[in-house]
């Protein structure tokens, strides 16, 4: 069994653009960790736990959808979603960063 996921790999020099974001809040912050921009992807969709990687795969190659470009916003957080989430009065800051981009282009 294998836990599926859908999701859009960036290419190098989206990843650069989230490597040199990554390090900068690293810095920031006075300690963390980067993520491995191998491992850099936008999650799209939970497809759940199966041994038919094989079915699942085909069915994504499958599917159609316009070219689209995204585009980096500014780094922001949102403590009030985290704290609704977790059901504490005090949590940690989640950042985020709110993307643009425009469907059917490439």
Excluded: Y
């Excluded at 790999?9 to 963390?32: I, K, Q, S």
């Excluded at 799209?44 to 159609?64: H, I, K, Y």
Aim: net charge negative.
């Amino acid at each position: 069994m294998s836990r599926l996921f859908a999701a859009i790999l960036p290419d190098d020099p989206f990843r650069d653009a989230l490597e040199t974001l990554a390090g900068g809040a690293v810095t920031l912050a006075g300690g963390g960790k980067v993520t491995p921009r191998e491992n850099f992807h936008l999650t799209l969709a939970f497809l759940g736990e199966t041994s038919r990687q094989e079915a699942a795969l085909e069915g994504l190659m499958a599917v159609e959808a316009p070219a689209f470009s995204l585009e980096l916003g500014r780094v922001d957080s949102f403590p009030a979603i985290v704290e609704i989430l977790s059901g504490r009065g005090s949590s940690p800051v989640l950042p985020w960063l709110p993307c643009s981009g425009s469907c059917g282009q490439s």
